[in-house]
């Protein structure tokens, strides 16, 4: 989306952080009484030295602004300071500090901890107080088209937030409602790579589950183009019966349950699938993906949101050793 939230962010401070793998980190250091109007994100991330850093976001859902936010900051990031501890560091990382807010009111409240602190400028003790300031982002201050931007990062964030959440399809049909309503603001797109997201993540996510949480938030045609552009083909088509069976003994048995019929159908919806995306693709390539085993196809059309270039899919194919007989009969 836009970077309406980052547009002030020092550009000395972007040219220090690599962001191209940020990793979620599950833990959340919000105290449970705070819950009801917080919300929060952990990543990992890297410097461009390499060195580790990370990024923590935290989301304001009260309607007016809170003056210790600053306090409950800091308390936040000495918790994830005290994990990283607990896990062997012998240096702890940087941590930038982001406030997402979209309350009624302006955000008036400073960004430095120490003014919460009663110093004078010159008290000789100001050097013995903690200090530092948190990256605002305050939707309020936005008009209607910029917020509906802004607002795309927001509800994939609390998505990927809520992935390992018991429920999660609940979440996630919130999330295709919220999206749906911000279509004109290029939302539907969005909405294609937050359900390839939860596909990836969610390895008992199922195509009834995707229809669930989309049932009544966007309509029927566009239910079944995002099915379809996301890959759902290799869950609905492919895995149907193998996940049935295969949900107590693990998703792969189930896999090698299917049917052979199923993984010839898989490989057609795959070649489908790219050539949508590149164009024809040679016979060459067509004959080596008719060749896969059935998880090959699984992790063929997962991988088929990167490609760019009938090269590299070559390139891909090469690096799978084909599928022996047996494996395409089972």
């Known amino acids: 989306p836009d970077d309406v939230c980052f547009q002030n962010v020092k550009r000395e401070i972007v040219a220090t952080l690599d962001v191209s793998e940020p990793k979620l980190v599950k833990d959340s250091f919000i105290d449970e009484a705070l819950r009801e109007h917080r919300s929060d994100l952990l990543f990992r991330i890297r410097r461009q030295t390499g060195e580790p850093a990370l990024a923590y976001i935290l989301f304001e859902h009260k309607s007016s602004p809170d003056e210790m936010v600053a306090w409950q900051l800091l308390r936040y990031l000495i918790r994830i300071w005290e994990m990283l501890l607990r896990e062997g560091v012998k240096q702890l990382p940087p941590i930038f500090p982001i406030v997402f807010y979209h309350g009624a009111e302006r955000w008036k409240v400073d960004d430095s901890f120490s003014n919460l602190v009663e110093l004078a400028e010159n008290d000789p003790l100001k050097v013995y107080t903690p200090e530092f300031r948190y990256y605002l982002c305050d939707l309020s201050a936005y008009d209607e088209q910029q917020i509906k931007g802004a607002a795309l990062l927001v509800i994939g964030l609390r998505l990927m937030r809520a992935v390992y959440a018991r429920n999660f399809i609940e979440i996630l049909g919130e999330t295709i409602?919220?999206?749906?309503?911000?279509?004109?603001?290029?939302?539907?797109?969005?909405?294609?790579?937050?359900?390839?997201?939860a596909v990836a993540t969610r390895k008992d996510l199922t195509p009834d589950g995707l229809r669930q949480a989309m049932s009544g938030k966007i309509i029927q045609p566009e239910v079944e183009e995002v099915m379809s552009t996301t890959g759902n083909i290799w869950l609905e088509q492919g895995l149907q019966r193998g996940i049935q069976q295969g949900l107590q003994q693990g998703l792969q048995q189930g896999i090698q349950q299917v049917q052979a019929e199923d993984r010839r159908e898989l490989a057609t919806r795959s070649i489908r699938l790219l050539q949508r995306k590149l164009g024809n693709l040679d016979e060459y390539i067509q004959f080596r993906i008719n060749s896969l085993s059935f998880s090959q196809l699984g992790d063929l059309i997962e991988a088929t949101f990167d490609f760019t270039s009938e090269a590299e899919v070559t390139a891909w194919l090469n690096e799978r050793p084909a599928a022996s007989s047996e494996t395409l009969n089972n």
């Open 177 to 197: 409602e919220s999206l749906y309503k911000l279509r004109n603001a290029g939302a539907m797109a969005y909405l294609q790579t937050i359900l390839r997201y």
